[in-house]
């Protein structure tokens, strides 16, 4: 079993599940500060958005897993609801939190909302994937028992032993789909006349709610709202969304630019 302490200092505990949020995160704002010039947007709007959004999603998230797992932490010390660092950070409630600051930043700094998202998009789907490591490190995000996992490396075999049997790892399942998706929105991203302002936004709620719906329902760990899969209806609402607008707007707004003139 992993030791889910990467480094101790003093009385402070530097967790993996921490690393990989923040490395994940960094390499997001990255990769939107090296667009964002290409959709007339400042990098250092970028900045300026990273730091109100990013705590701000982390209480959103924080928030979204303690609400939907309100039975457990009740029984709980009230300290409990405050240690993100053994897990329970809940991705949905990061993704609202941090669209509704974008949508407020964006207003106040005048930039359109759609050519945000559209630099955002692809950072968030490799900072997720990213993420999904920490819940391996914790033990979190998995599935049923199996009887074996003689199809994966040694080290993802040994920390998805848990409770004395193999569980499936859909932690590497969603990761492997967000790189997969991010992978393919570069690819097409620069290809002329063939994604138009918004596309990428869209292609991601659909992409990932697809991807997040079956996998949401191979866990053993979901969070559940009077009998039903949370995230699996938020999956759902996702893609309907996605697809609703992209096929909408391609049919009755034909002024929408292209990606690459926009």
């Given amino acids: 079993m992993i030791n889910p302490i990467a480094l101790q200092l003093g009385p402070f505990s530097i967790h993996w599940y921490a690393i990989c949020i923040v490395l994940g995160m960094l390499l997001a ?11 007339h947007i400042l990098p250092d709007a970028i900045l300026d958005f990273i730091l109100i959004a990013f705590p701000l999603a982390i209480i959103g998230a924080r928030l979204y897993y303690v609400v939907f797992d309100w039975s457990y932490y009740a029984s709980q010390p009230p300290s409990e609801v405050f240690a993100i660092w053994h897990g329970g950070l809940a991705i949905y409630g990061g993704l609202i939190t941090g669209a509704i600051v974008l949508f407020v930043f964006s207003y106040y700094r005048a930039i359109n909302p759609l050519d945000f998202l ?18 391996f490190v914790n033990q979190e995000a998995y599935g049923k ?15 998805m032993y848990i409770d004395g049997a193999y569980r499936v790892p859909t932690f590497l399942y969603e990761s492997v789909w967000n790189l997969l998706g991010f992978i393919l929105i570069l690819s097409v991203r620069r290809q002329p006349h063939f994604l138009k302002r918004g596309d990428i936004t869209f292609f991601y709620l659909i992409w990932y709610g697809c991807g997040r ?27 309907i969304v996605g697809l ?7 049919c009755h707004q034909k002024d929408i630019p292209y990606y690459q003139e926009a």
Avoid: K
Avoid at 29 to 39: Q, S
């Fill in 29 to 39: 704002v990255y990769l939107a500060m090296r667009e964002a010039p290409r959709r």
């Fill in 118 to 135: 559209d630099i955002a998009a692809p950072g968030v789907m490799i900072a997720q994937a990213i993420g999904r490591w920490g819940n």
């Fill in 145 to 159: 028992i199996v009887s074996h996992l003689n199809y994966l490396p040694n080290f993802i075999q040994h920390q």
């Fill in 213 to 239: 719906f079956v996998i949401e329902g191979m866990r053993t760990d979901s969070l559940m709202f009077f009998g039903m899969r949370v995230s699996q209806w938020l999956s759902a609402i996702l893609v």
């Fill in 244 to 250: 609703f607008f992209m096929v909408w707007r391609r």
